[in-house]
């Protein structure tokens, strides 16, 4: 059996709730006139529309996401959501250690804590990793995204986790890495954990998506500020 190609939208802290709600229907309604899309699309809404867009979205075959989960499982902990939570309100994956998050002091001892957690209460983590501009002019992005995962991953059984590789230079710059240092980068991800789906994140557009959906060794993309144009994610959802 092969795999779908996995199109997650991550709509960062850009829209209201109803907002939120009204982009999932708008998506819905574009998926299912592009005909058989034959894609697995991922809508990861922030945690106060969880739950609006988990209704639009019942009853058809696009999946919910969070962006974040705490390893918890419940108790004191001001602000927290847990992962049971979002069982509870119908997600089924989790976007763990995005760049932004890390950006705010997230390590990689909270990552691996998030990722068990996730797993543990039967989330698939979406798991970013990716290097910021100084290690890729030195060269040594590799190495980078090898730590990131060894940490995230340590001891964790990994048969359902999807990686996301986000350079972080890429990210919301308009300037996507190439086609041929992400296929290096792929095989750098499944020489490091195996056969899990790898999916490209950071400036994917309307005009790119062809070429990153069709690089070797990727199954997918990590779409943020195209996400949040129903056209031009629907265009990227079928490229
Ligand atoms: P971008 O964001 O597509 O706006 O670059 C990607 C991400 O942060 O996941």
Known sequence: ????????????????????????????RGLKSSRDHGRAV??????????????VLRNTN???????????????YTGEVSARELKELGCRFVIIGHS???????????????????????LTPILCVGEPIAVRR???QASYVRQQLAAALKGLRRSR?????????????GKADNPESIARMARVIHATVGAMP????????ASNARD???????????????????????????S
């Open 1 to 28: 059996m092969t795999c779908p190609v996995i199109l997650v939208a991550n709509w960062k802290m850009k829209l209201g709730v109803g907002e939120s709600e009204k982009l999932a229907k708008d998506v819905v």
């Open 42 to 55: 991922i809508l990861c809404p922030s945690f106060p529309a969880l739950d609006r867009v988990a209704d």
């Open 62 to 76: 696009i999946a919910i996401g969070a962006q974040d989960v705490f390893w918890q499982t419940s108790g004191a």
């Open 100 to 122: 932004e998050r890390r950006a705010l002091g997230e390590a990689d001892a909270d990552v691996h804590k998030k990722t068990r957690a996730a797993l543990t209460a039967g």
């Open 138 to 140: 030195a060269g040594r």
């Open 161 to 173: 986790v999807i990686i996301a590789y986000e350079p972080i230079w890429a990210i919301g710059s």
């Open 198 to 205: 790898v999916l490209y994140g950071g400036s994917v557009s």
């Open 212 to 238: 990153f959906l069709h690089t070797p060794g990727i199954q997918g993309a990590l779409v943020g500020g195209a996400s949040l144009h129903t056209a031009e994610f629907i265009t990227i959802a079928t």
